[in-house]
Structure formats: structure tokens, C-alpha cells
């Protein structure tokens, strides 16, 4: 059932990123183009959907228990560190580079285009290139499985 519902919400969110256009990656760097040609339905984008996100963080902590986990798991951790502040900016650099967030370029990466592949294999490169700079830098980041 738990892959199911992640099936389900996870059909539902690329609807979205689809159906409000920002899986098209010239809507995105419109966005960032404020001296161009600047769309800014963007904002209007995320602003939708940070309002239902905080209601649904309200709705759900109001249950005291989610309904599929024995608890909730909620990030402990509150401070900014270097990790956090670089990997913000790596992530910001390179979607305004590519045009492309991993939310919006899964939906789009099974029509064929070489941008959203150049992208994902850019992400999946990144992602294994910090995890080995933090493992040799970090003794108490988590072995591998």
C-alpha cells in the first residue's frame, strides 16, 4: 500500500509540474530573466504551493500520528552549516543554469530530449561527487550499505 500511495502523490505532484508548465525549462529561466523577458508565473507557482503545504503540515500534525508510520520523522537539526549553505547553491546554480529542479525534470525525462538527460546525469554526478568528498572528509557521515 505504502508504494501505492507514494505512486499516487508522486503521479499527482508531475501532473502538476506539468499541467503549471514548469517542467518547460525556457518558463523557468524566464523566471530569472528579469531584465528580458521575465514570466513570473513562477512565483505564482510556488506560492500555491507553499499555501497547501502549510496547511497540510497543519492538517497532519493535528493527527498527532501519521496514519501509515508509528511517528512522525522530522529533521532534528537546526543550524546552518556549510554543507547545507553549498549544496543550497549548487542546487540554485545549477537550476538556473539548466532551467530544471529534479521535481520538474522527472516528469519530463522520458520525451526523448537530451537537456533533461544531460541534466539527470549532471544531478546523479553531483550527488555521488559530494557523497565522496563529505565520505573522505567526514568520519561520522554513514558508511556505505
Excluded: H
Excluded at 497547501?52 to 537546526?78: C, D, E, N
Amino acid at each position: 500500500m505504502r508504494i501505492v500511495l507514494a505512486f499516487a502523490f508522486g503521479l499527482l505532484f508531475g501532473c502538476g509540474i506539468l499541467i503549471s508548465g514548469m517542467a518547460n525549462p525556457a518558463k523557468v529561466l524566464n523566471f530569472f530573466d528579469l531584465a528580458g523577458t521575465w514570466d513570473p508565473s513562477l512565483a505564482f507557482v510556488m506560492g500555491g504551493a507553499l499555501t497547501v503545504t502549510a496547511i497540510g503540515y497543519q492538517l497532519v500534525f493535528r493527527m498527532g500520528q501519521p496514519l501509515r508510520a508509528p511517528s512522525f520523522s522530522l529533521p532534528s537539526k537546526q543550524e546552518l552549516d556549510v554543507r547545507l549553505l553549498g549544496g543550497s547553491a549548487v542546487f540554485g546554480v545549477g537550476w538556473g543554469l539548466s532551467g530544471f529542479c529534479p521535481g520538474g525534470l522527472i516528469p519530463v525525462l522520458g520525451i526523448g530530449m537530451g537537456a533533461p538527460l544531460l541534466t539527470a546525469v549532471s544531478i546523479v554526478a553531483g550527488i555521488l561527487a559530494a557523497r565522496t568528498a563529505i565520505r573522505v572528509t567526514d568520519n561520522s557521515y554513514p558508511a556505505k550499505a
